[in-house]
């Protein structure tokens, strides 16, 4: 049997296979961050294609947590009543539906990929003063963000909390911390983003405090049976920023914080990055943190063919394979690649016909 369609237990989540939608933003939202129709099908469509883990699109804690206005969040009791319909039909399509809380931070308020606006969108026209580790922009497009004090820090992992137990009421049934591509966590533990002299700053400890403690305090909230997935981006791709050394004691801290499985991106951090972009080029980081910390990881980043997924799997580089761009182009990848693999597809009654 194929070891990308095995069976993989999480606490008290049983994923089907080890194929996962990654979360990918729409930019579809409607009035203060609530998810429509458009969510409901495009995540919805995924579980009927057979992944197991469906994972949405960063959904902010707070309002300015958004990266753009038509970003979806988590932050009222409105967000659980329209969240609920979309994590049901995941579910009843036989997948596990789990939320990527988020924090834009510096990155927030601005406009969306396809505007024809670029960098930070004004007040009037829905845009806010984003926070961030200390004062700087992202880039000089971008608005300049209020600096966090104890006080500001110590609310933002009161509003993952409090998003943590709102994705419950809602629904989903695991949640991912995301602590990546330059958003307020990643910007925390990055040397780049951050210089700060207090406890959240300094070294890799200061640095990496903030994401600790919204972990702990989210595995406090969720309870024992609820999977915790924290996205990392493991190296910053950038002479004197975050290294892959870091993220694998990162990787330990995170698991005795509460966390179940490392979710191995890269970048983000700053615009001059140099990505070495390719078939699975993150997928070695995946393995690295997960060989040297022994924690289990997720591998992400253009991973298209079947046998390809099979073999990160098979060879021990990581424990699940995130899909992002694939699943755009083929909802039905995993019944195409369990094909592939030998493997009998998981085909819901409705499409049985088509055999």
């Known amino acids: 049997m194929s070891v990308l369609f095995s069976p993989l237990k999480m606490r008290g989540v049983t994923l089907p296979n080890r194929v996962v939608m990654s979360p990918m933003c ?10 429509t129709d458009w969510h409901r099908v495009h995540l919805g469509s995924r579980a009927v294609g057979g992944v197991a883990l469906v994972i949405s699109e960063a959904t902010a804690v707070v309002p300015e947590g958004r990266i753009s206005p038509r970003d979806t969040g988590l932050w009222s009791d409105a967000h659980v009543d329209a969240w609920r319909p979309i994590t049901a039909f995941v579910a009843a399509a036989g997948a596990v539906p789990a939320v990527q809380l988020a924090h834009a931070g510096r990155k927030g308020s601005t406009y969306w990929p396809w505007s024809t606006v670029k960098g930070g969108v004004p007040d009037d026209e829905g845009g806010w003063t984003p926070v961030g580790p200390e004062a700087d922009p992202f880039l000089p497009s971008y608005r300049v963000p209020e600096a966090l004090d104890q006080t500001g820090i110590a609310r933002v992992v009161d509003a993952f909390v409090e998003g943590a137990a709102r994705a419950l009421a809602a629904g989903f049934q695991a949640v991912e911390i995301h602590a990546a591509h330059g958003y307020l966590l990643h910007e925390f533990l990055s040397p780049l983003t951050n210089h700060r002299t207090d406890g959240y700053g300094g070294d890799l400890a200061g640095r990496s405090r903030l994401a600790l403690e919204t972990t702990r305090a989210v595995r406090a909230t969720v309870g024992d049976d609820v999977p915790v997935l924290v996205r990392i981006s493991a190296t910053d791709w950038v002479d004197g920023g975050w290294t892959v050394a870091d993220s694998v004691l990162l990787a330990g801290a995170l698991t005795d914080a509460g966390a179940d499985l490392v979710d191995c991106s890269s970048g983000g951090a700053v615009p001059d990055a140099t990505i070495p972009l390719g078939p699975g080029y993150q997928v070695p980081l995946a393995a690295r943190v997960r060989r040297e910390s022994g924690v289990p990881t997720g591998a992400v980043g253009l991973i298209t063919e079947p046998e390809h997924a099979e073999a990160i799997v ?10 992002g761009r694939e699943l755009l182009r083929n909802p039905y990848w995993p019944r195409k ?8 597809p998981n085909v819901p009654s409705q499409y049985l016909r088509a055999g």
């Open 337 to 344: 690649a369990a094909t592939r693999l030998n493997t009998a």
């Open 314 to 323: 098979a060879n021990g580089d990581a424990d699940l394979v995130l899909l």
């Open 26 to 35: 729409q930019y579809s939202a409607g009035p203060d961050g609530l998810p």
